[in-house]
């Protein structure tokens, strides 16, 4: 079976660049947040960070690259959803989120500014209780870095075998749909 990734080596795009297990203090036009470069396991962690932040939640699947019929843009959940809710949506979908570049997901909390993105880099954005989130990135192994730069070149990976998920991941939940935003893309 060959393997599957998100995130190819720009030098050797046959092979899956791992991010270091880093986290950094990040400035996003005056906000400050969290950027997390995870080796592996992405789900798990956004299931314990998402324990930091206040339900109910807003899900926001940006699909920049669709290999199916569905439409590349922004699908904007219509409810909102427990976490208990979302953590079995993105369990169901793990597999997907993690090893394909067509998509990115955001978890916003309705009632706080509390965000998680989860790009197309397998970049972690966390915005919202800093310091909670901090212990969680600790307790998992993280370590603190100055900066965290994506490899240049490297390559994205948009796999037939998770076709049927970007269907599925569009069935589960009622989503209106408004166009990419420049970043999205990026």
Not at 20 to 41: E, H, M
Not at 73 to 98: I, K, N, P, W
Not at 134 to 146: C, D, M, Y
Request: glycine share 4%; net charge negative.
């Amino acid at each position: 079976m060959k393997e599957l990734f998100k995130l190819g080596n720009g030098k050797e795009p046959h092979l899956p660049h791992m991010h270091p297990n880093v986290w950094a203090k990040d400035n996003a036009k005056g906000v400050l947040r969290l950027k997390v470069a995870a080796a592996t396991q992405h789900v798990a962690l956004l299931t314990l960070l998402l324990e930091k932040m206040n339900p109910p939640f807003l899900l926001l699947y940006v699909l920049v690259v669709p290999r199916t019929e569905n439409e590349a843009g922004r699908y904007q959940s219509v409810s909102t959803y427990s976490t208990d809710e979302v953590v079995e949506y993105l369990e169901m979908h793990r597999e997907a989120l993690e090893q394909d570049a067509r998509h990115s997901i955001w978890i916003k909390s309705v009632d706080a500014k509390d965000l998680i993105i989860y790009d197309r880099h397998q970049i972690i954005y966390l915005y919202g209780p800093l310091s909670a989130f901090e212990q969680v990135l600790l307790a998992s192994g993280l370590h603190q870095t100055s900066e965290i730069v994506l490899p240049d070149p490297h390559s994205h990976h948009y796999w037939k075998e998770f076709d049927e998920d970007e269907r599925g991941i569009l069935s589960n939940c009622e989503w209106v749909l408004s166009p990419l935003q420049p970043a999205d893309e990026e």
